[in-house]
């Protein structure tokens, strides 16, 4: 066996080997182990050195070995992960000038604009029992705002239903001159007052850009900036007037702000025309000079649950994969979050309708659910306050004079505003408004950079919450789980390859296989075997990213998180001086692989067949095993060989037939830090039950999940599931949409942001070492480099990505074709990863815990020396500390003292570079000397 402690080595002190997973930091455990003491009394996680730094011959060659069974080599590991994870010495501490005070504008209703300054207000209506906001569950707006920055000189388009062009909180911020109507010739972006739906761009308008210090109204975020009303969501919509639309004014317009959906159906698929797609497509690469129109989008509104006869109807348990524009890698998705940053409401009620999907950059704030029913009340739930159409024409309607009837439940009394406006069409405004205060702060952001800084400064709402609504918050049950867990629903797995002289039960073998990528068997009965993977918090740059269930099977999420004004003003301001600026963008594709000899599925020659599910016999608890890719209709035989009397004893026993995922690599010299990622699908069979119960994940070469649209599993009348997670729901489906013909889909994820292209060292988690091979041939395939590699003995384990077809349901599915795109920034082929976090230890007890979980391990089997599936687990640390943001990471070449990099962190305190093999000191400063 060979000496693997270089690898471990390398994790610990903040240098990685080749495509190494593990970020840098001090485990709460190994700090206790090791006797760790604070340093010095900054809450800042670091220390200056207590040694002299290490001498390092390299990333790759050269490294000398410590074993921490040794009192010598914990201390000599602990000396250099306190060197490579120092933050700041006081000599190179430097802090900048503090910002201007904030003074809370004059406007009358600014303080009850919880979404700019959330100090735990009122935010319901004054009929019904109060509900009070969570204070800091807002966008951060009074930093950026003392910063100066107002917006000034940023065009923002509000395509919409028209912007009343004389209110008076905004007249004085529209540009006539750019003004469109694209439905009307002769119109000039006023609204239609007699339409329905008239008063909608209005308030999206107020959101972004009302007039502050004007002693009437609220504030818009960026009250400095310029509006262009785009009359384009009414009645007469055609095709060409979208395209009119995003190509206008492309040298002026800064943002668009897109604040509907495609309509039609739930849970069906929306295409955009290729005409809009190529619109958008050329507004970004040609438009503001090069570099970029923003193209903002809600996310759509439809993602609650409809509930039985008599109960009002919140959603369709839609969701916004379903939705071309938003799957386009040129526009920002942002989702909804209210007034207290989750899900579960005080009062019992719940905020499901935000709709998300892996292609959701972001989430900003929204009212919570304004026409729920509780009891025989309505109206309950959180609304935003922004400008109406003036006089009686708008949301908020006068009460009778003579009965002092409410029509409209708004007990706002000037109704040139209105307190209840409300939906992912009040969040996507939030964002763009925040953009405007960045593009004034750099006015030389790309579009790329814009999403780039929202992603690293995105505020992790509700860390440790789990989905609950009223009945749930009374009851200790097991339905829900964290949202920020990145593998919500580990992968189905194969069972143990059958060996009768181990006295194993069926079941286990069946519910609770080995986890060894190494004893994947391949012939007569292929099975599939993958590492153990305990819950993650964050994907494999160190990104937190939100995705998972609700208490009704909604499909719910946060993206990478709240939107933050100040620190994404912080990393605008610094974007270009510390050069964070993303080179020009890379795409790699695997082109079209279709179904027949192309795909890459060996053994297996029902290439693009998608069995149904199926449910083994009641000896093996009836567990339900969903068809995979490549797979045969009657392969349900094979799990219930294991509950006969002598299993596999004849000579043409049962095979595993359920099939595989398929694999993908990015080659080295194509490597990238990965933005995006395109999977274009073409299915025969029915749509609308693919759409229900087929689930279709993609997981990255360092474990992150993206399950790319919203399934449920199918019930039989008596089944197992193999995972118990709670991320699953059990339902038929409701798509209304069910044909024989092709599904054509292109999904995207922006979930794996950060992360290398390339394959990444395999790694068994109990352990944190590398899984070595001990067979001498590949993992999985036996023949064929896909999966694992390479196919050398005492090798580390390679993974790729992998494309999971799991079929949870009764309609069987061929794939036609597939295509994979991967889109972001180039990193050079010979580069090795350097990643870690910075954290601020709140309560100054000397212990950070970096990866936000506690791993804990259970025995299955009474055998330690075997990993089952079920067996290492990892929950959410409930002490949970803050991570640094606004922290200057700087990477020096020892040889020469260059500075050959740097990273600005975000509020998820994680930093990466990608370095060629050298020798060099990581460093940080912190202006705010934490």
């Keep these: 066996m060979p000496n693997r402690q270089p690898s471990r080595l390398n994790s610990l002190f903040g240098i990685r080997a080749k495509k190494e997973r593990r970020p840098a930091g001090v485990s709460r455990r190994r700090k206790k182990q090791l006797g760790f003491e604070t340093l010095e009394a900054r809450q800042v996680m670091s220390a200056s050195a207590i040694v002299a730094p290490p001498t390092l011959s390299g990333l790759s060659t050269g490294w000398s070995t410590y074993s921490n069974a040794t009192a010598q080599g914990q201390l000599e590991i602990l000396a250099r992960e306190l060197y490579w994870q120092a933050l700041i010495s006081a000599a190179n501490q430097q802090v900048e000038d503090a910002p201007t005070a904030f003074v809370p504008p004059n406007d009358p209703l600014f303080n009850d604009q919880w979404h700019l300054l959330n100090s735990g207000q009122v935010v319901g209506t004054p009929d019904l029992q109060e509900l009070y906001a969570v204070a800091g569950e807002d966008i951060n707006l009074a930093g950026a705002w003392a910063l100066g920055y107002t917006g000034a000189g940023v065009t923002v388009a509000v395509l919409d239903s028209g912007v009343q062009l004389n209110h008076p909180d905004l007249v004085g911020n529209i540009r006539l001159d750019l003004s469109l109507d694209a439905l009307n010739p002769t119109g000039n972006g006023n609204p239609v007052f007699n339409s329905d739906g008239a008063a909608h761009g209005t308030a999206v308008a107020g959101i972004i850009a009302a007039m502050a210090n004007n002693g009437i109204g609220g504030a818009g975020i960026a009250p400095g900036a310029s509006i262009v009303p785009i009359r384009l969501i009414d009645f007469g919509q055609t095709d060409q007037a979208f395209v009119d639309a995003y190509r206008h004014a492309l040298q002026e317009i800064d943002i668009t702000n897109n604040s509907y959906g495609p309509g039609g159906f739930d849970r069906a698929l929306a295409p955009t025309s290729p005409n809009q797609l190529l619109a958008i497509r050329d507004s970004v690469i040609f438009g503001r000079g090069g570099l970029g129109v923003i193209h903002v989008f809600a996310s759509g509104n439809n993602g609650a649950a409809t509930y039985a006869n008599g109960f009002s109807d919140l959603g369709g348990l839609d969701s916004s994969g379903y939705n071309g524009r938003l799957n386009s890698r040129y526009t920002i998705g942002v989702t909804g979050v209210d007034h207290d940053g989750f899900y579960s409401n005080f009062d019992g009620t719940t905020t499901g309708y935000p709709e998300i999907s892996a292609a959701i950059l972001i989430a900003a704030p929204t009212g919570s659910n304004a026409g729920i029913e509780i009891g025989e009340d309505n109206g309950f739930g959180s609304g935003i306050v922004t400008t109406d159409l003036t006089g009686e ?538």
């Design 393 to 930: 024409f708008g949301y908020n309607i006068a009460p009778d004079p003579i009965t002092g009837q409410e029509f409209d439940r708004d007990y706002l009394a000037d109704t040139n505003y209105t307190s209840r406006f409300n939906g992912t069409s009040a969040a996507a405004p939030m964002v763009s408004g925040v953009i405007a205060l960045m593009l004034e702060a750099n006015p030389n952001l790309s579009w790329r950079d814009v999403q780039e800084i929202l992603v690293r400064s995105a505020r992790t709402n509700q860390p440790l919450a789990v989905p609950q609504n009223g009945f749930e918050q009374g009851h200790v049950i097991d339905g829900t789980q964290n949202l920020w867990i990145t593998n919500q629903v580990p992968v189905f797995h194969d069972p143990d390859p059958y060996q009768p002289n181990i006295p194993v039960p069926a079941g286990l073998r069946l519910f609770a296989p080995t986890l060894d990528p190494n004893i994947t068997t391949v012939g007569d009965d292929p099975t599939m075997h993958y590492q153990a993977t305990p819950s993650a918090m964050t994907n494999g740059a160190g990104y937190t990213v939100s995705m998972g269930k609700g208490t009704n099977g909604e499909q719910i999420g946060y993206g990478h998180g709240v939107v933050d004004a100040e620190m994404a003003v912080l990393l605008a301001q610094q974007w270009h001086t510390k050069n964070q600026a993303l080179p020009n963008e890379r795409t790699f594709t695997t082109f079209v692989t279709s179904s027949g000899l192309e795909f890459p599925i060996p053994l297996i020659a029902n290439r693009g067949h998608i069995p149904a599910a199926q449910v083994g016999n009641i000896d093996t608890g009836a567990i339900m095993v969903p068809g995979g890719l490549g797979g045969f209709d009657d392969f349900i035989d094979f799990w219930n060989e294991y509950t006969t009397a002598a299993p596999f004893s004849a000579p043409s026993g049962p095979e595993n037939d359920r099939g595989t995922p398929i694999f993908f690599s990015v080659p080295d010299n194509n490597a990238m830090s990965i933005e995006s990622v395109e999977v274009k699908i073409s299915m025969s069979g029915g749509t609308g039950a693919a759409l229900d119960n087929l689930r279709i994940l993609l997981v990255s070469p360092e474990g992150t999940h993206s399950d790319l649209n919203h399934y449920f599993i199918d019930p039989p009348d008596t089944f197992q599931l193999q995972s118990n997670s709670p991320a699953q729901f059990i339902d038929q489906g409701i798509n209304s949409t069910d044909n024989g013909g092709d599904f054509v889909w292109t999904f995207t994820s922006k979930r794996t942001w950060g992360e290398r292209s390339d394959n990444a060292i395999v790694y068994d988690p109990s352990t944190g070492e590398p899984i070595v091979n001990t067979t001498g041939i590949s993992p999985l395939t036996g023949e064929f480099p896909v999966g694992f590699t390479p196919a050398t003995l005492g090798a580390a384990l390679e993974q790729g990505w992998q494309l999971h077809f799991e079929n949870y349901g009764g309609t069987a599915f061929d794939v036609n074709a597939i295509e994979v795109v991967w889109h972001g920034s180039p990193v050079a082929a010979a580069s090795q990863r350097v990643q870690g976090f910075i954290g601020v230890d709140d309560d100054r007890d000397g212990l950070f815990n970096y990866s936000r979980v506690i791993q804990q391990t259970v025995n299955l089997d009474n055998d330690p020396t075997t990993l089952r599936l079920g067996e290492l687990q990892a929950i959410v640390d409930p002490n949970l500390e803050s991570f640094a943001g606004n922290i200057t990471v700087t990477a020096t070449r020892v040889s020469d003292g260059v500075v050959v990099d740097q990273f600005v962190t975000g509020h998820d305190g994680n930093f990466y570079f990608d370095l060629v093999p050298d020798e060099y000191i990581i460093s940080i400063v912190d202006p705010e000397g934490r």
